[in-house]
């Protein structure tokens, strides 16, 4: 069987062994919206659990919105239009608005990745900052949460009247689910509450991982943070493969999320009848797989269609490479998955540590493969064993020594097919 899997800017063919089971299991979403600019007129107008935008900022000067950065592909060239109009025809000047690049602990973007960001028009007429948690003095500290958590989010936006955010939701691997409360913390938060809520306190919690909302402490945890940077008005789509858009969710932060959550849950979940031997996954093509860091999201996406030892293959381009100097120099220096995982527990958080923890993670519970030409066999440290220089390498690899009838799931779209596997029941 062959497959077209998303792989940077294009796309590359995996094929297998027709003696194999073999299933392509495809991102299954809602259909796309027949009129996107109407839906969110109507959003924005007749919002979930709050009043009209317009009204919010009726009387009001300044408004901050946050918004995703170059990794996610969030549609914000259609979704901020209606939005901003609404700002100004309240009276709220073109000047009186900051755009912030949640970036988290990314880095900034550049000024052609602006454009792509929000496009041309947008770029040239407002004010668009990307946010820099290193920087601590540019954060208003707001207090420590319930659970210990030092809270310090971009002054920028705390000194605008009205608070603002923009995305789009999709299962994540630590938070069950993006958007809403992500675009404040870690977004907009300086690394000293990143650090804290990357922690293996958080990252080790059995429910924070994909799709997992309830009970999820990292979940509870974020929306308190946002609640404390008065997380005024959230503006969150869900999107099809193809990046149109399927659902808008806009008012309350927590209600409106916790909506466009189910409707990701009724509409978007692919059930397996049981766990697969192995899984060929992608990290879903340009902009997830520009680097080794994004990539451990298709990894972690993975881990639940496969049975326990089964094996997860990754294919990304990581085109940037690693990724933070931080992260590439854990990265080289790993020698095993336990060693790791004891070194960095109870000790200090440095940055992006935490992708690797979850890597980790699943790495103690399957085989793990990877085609990842941006990257060197020097840079990867130990997971070199298993990294290949072609993706025909690196399937018979993957399949080497499984029965003959083994299953095999294809995901061609990576962490952004919502899947998962069945547990057989075992009657005896």
Request: charge should be negative.
């Amino acid at each position: 069987m062959k497959a077209a899997f998303s792989f940077g800017k294009r796309t590359i063919h995996v094929s297998v062994p027709e003696s194999f089971r073999t299933q392509v299991i495809h991102s299954h979403t809602a259909q796309g919206l027949a009129d996107e600019r109407t839906a969110l007129e109507l959003a924005l107008d007749a919002p979930i659990g709050c009043a009209p935008l317009a009204e919010l900022a009726a009387g009001k000067k300044t408004a901050a919105i946050s918004i995703c950065d170059i990794t996610r592909p969030a549609p914000n060239q259609r979704t901020l239009p209606p939005l901003l109009e609404r700002l100004h025809a309240t009276g709220i000047p073109v000047e009186g608005v900051t755009i912030l690049i949640a970036t988290g602990l990314h880095r900034g973007a550049t000024p052609e990745e602006i454009d792509t960001i929000v496009g041309p028009e947008i770029a040239a007429t407002y004010r668009i900052v990307s946010h820099d948690a290193k920087t601590l003095g540019d954060h208003r500290f707001l207090g420590i949460t319930g659970r210990g958590t030092p809270v310090h989010i971009d002054e920028r936006f705390m000194a605008a009247e009205l608070h603002i955010t923009l995305g789009f939701i999709e299962q994540h691997l630590m938070l069950g689910f993006s958007g809403g409360r992500k675009l404040i913390a870690p977004g907009l938060a300086a690394q000293e509450t990143i650090k804290v809520l990357h922690s293996p306190r958080f990252m080790r919690e059995p429910r924070a991982t994909e799709g997992s909302i309830a009970g999820n402490p990292l979940h509870a945890e974020l929306l308190e943070i946002a609640r404390m940077a008065r997380h005024d008005f959230m503006l969150d789509v869900t999107l099809t493969q193809d990046r149109k858009i399927s659902g808008v969710f806009a008012g309350d932060p927590v209600k409106a999320h916790a909506a466009g959550v189910a409707f990701v849950e009724q509409t978007c979940l692919e059930r397996l009848d049981e766990p697969v031997d192995a899984v060929i996954t992608s990290s879903a093509g340009y902009p997830l797989d520009l680097t080794f860091y994004q990539c451990v999201k298709g990894i972690t996406a993975a881990q639940h269609m496969v049975k326990p030892g089964g094996r997860i293959l990754i294919a990304a381009q990581c085109a940037e490479g690693v990724g933070s100097p931080e992260f590439a120099r854990k990265l080289a220096g790993m020698r095993d998955f336990r060693s790791f995982l004891n070194e960095i527990d109870g000790a200090a958080v440095e940055v992006d540590q935490w992708q690797l923890e979850k890597l980790a993670l699943v790495g103690e519970k399957f085989e793990l493969f990877f085609y990842t030409p941006g990257v060197t066999r020097g840079q990867m440290g130990f997971l070199a064993e298993r990294a290949f220089g072609s993706i025909d390498e690196a399937v018979f690899a993957t399949l080497d020594g499984l029965p003959a009838d083994a299953r095999v799931a294809l995901v061609p779209e990576g962490p952004y097919t919502f899947a998962r596997a069945e547990t057989p029941l075992v009657i005896g």
